[in-house]
């Protein structure tokens, strides 16, 4: 199936693995955050995190500690909440950012652009403004506490989304949130952490793009 960017009146971005390559960095983070529960523990919720892709750290350590620690005997929700924020922080401000952003905006100026992220909304505002490309998005950057499927039906609702619309993701969430709101989805593959993607995509028809830069070829 193809498509024409320019023919959407608001494109939506997923932040971790479309326009900064920081799903390794978040990755790293959690394992950090629950080594002092032990490295089973860390590598435990490594694989529920990866698994999960596209769903709130907020979700994944309260997952984590309910279910995937054999006692309480480390960290509480809160601690661990910190040490991954402190480990992602750093990894965010240092992290590539998608080539080809400022050339998809200038060729796109029809269209409003949003972050819809699992990401933290203040952290991803803050680290998006530091790094100089907060002002791409004018339709918002937002992210977690609330989860994607919440902030979607929000801005449709709101009319800040204008449809037609396309999400840019790449997490098997990020295309259930997409069409539940009723929206275009293109799967990025350069940086998934989807281990099964290839076969995914095919069986269900989805869209491939690499990257962002690939989106105006």
């Not at 040490?83 to 060729?107: D, H, I, K, N, P």
């Not at 609330?146 to 997490?171: T, Y």
Request: negative net charge; proline residues 2%; charged residues 20%.
């Amino acid at each position: 199936m193809k498509f024409a960017i320019d023919y959407y009146k608001t494109l939506i971005f997923d932040c971790d693995g479309v326009v900064l390559s920081s799903n390794q960095v978040k990755t790293d983070a959690f394992y950090q955050a629950a080594l002092p529960y032990g490295e089973a523990a860390a590598k435990a919720l490594v694989n529920y995190h990866v698994s999960n892709g596209g769903i709130s750290r907020y979700k994944k350590f309260a997952y984590f500690v309910d279910h995937l620690v054999p006692s309480k005997s480390g960290p509480g929700l809160d601690k661990l909440l910190e040490r991954y924020a402190s480990q992602v922080r750093e990894g965010l401000m240092g992290c590539e950012v998608a080539s080809g952003l400022q050339a998809l905006r200038e060729s796109t100026t029809q269209a409003r652009w949003l972050i819809v992220s699992g990401g933290d909304q203040t952290e991803l505002r803050d680290v998006f403004s530091q790094r100089g490309i907060a002002g791409l998005f004018d339709g918002g950057i937002f992210g977690s506490p609330d989860s994607k499927d919440v902030i979607l039906k929000r801005e449709l609702d709101s009319g800040n989304i204008q449809q037609p619309a396309l999400f840019l993701g790449d997490s098997k969430y990020d295309h259930q949130a997409a069409s539940t709101a009723g929206l275009d989805f293109v799967f990025m593959s350069d940086w998934t952490e989807v281990s099964d993607w290839q076969h995914w995509v095919t069986s269900q028809k989805i869209n491939v793009k690499q990257n962002i830069a690939a989106l105006m070829e």
